[in-house]
């Protein structure tokens, strides 16, 4: 998912970063400390959930896209916390891409019902 939207990011000259797993930690850090504080780098940081999951500060950001959820909502929630970190002095807003008919609206499903 994360190469389709990155297709369509170049294709419009949009600066993009892609986080996936096979990328090396340094450079990972190095997209993350770009992101966060660079004014005139990449907008956009595109991250799969595991490996943006623990330790990252995304406080260059303020808008978050999860496209792709996960069955377990302590994932989803840990995503939303990468961006609400100290240091963050933005507003901060959270976008759920939920299609009707597919496994997203499952699994949000499951999401509320294991968060009762």
Request: charged share 20%; hydrophobic share 40%; aromatic share 6%.
């Amino acid at each position: 998912m994360l190469e389709v939207i990155a297709h369509h990011l170049k294709a419009v000259g949009i600066s993009y970063y892609l986080i996936q797993g096979k990328v090396n930690s340094q450079d990972r850090m190095k997209a993350v400390d770009d992101f966060n504080n660079n004014p005139n780098g990449a907008k956009v940081l595109l991250l799969s959930l595991k490996a943006g999951g623990v330790g990252l500060n995304l406080t260059g950001g303020n808008h978050l896209f999860l496209m792709d959820l996960h069955w377990n909502p302590a994932l989803d929630i840990q995503a939303c916390d990468r961006v609400y970190r100290m240091g963050q002095k933005k507003e901060v807003t959270i976008y759920r891409f939920i299609c009707q008919n597919t496994i997203e609206e499952k699994i949000q499903q499951l999401q509320k019902k294991s968060c009762i």
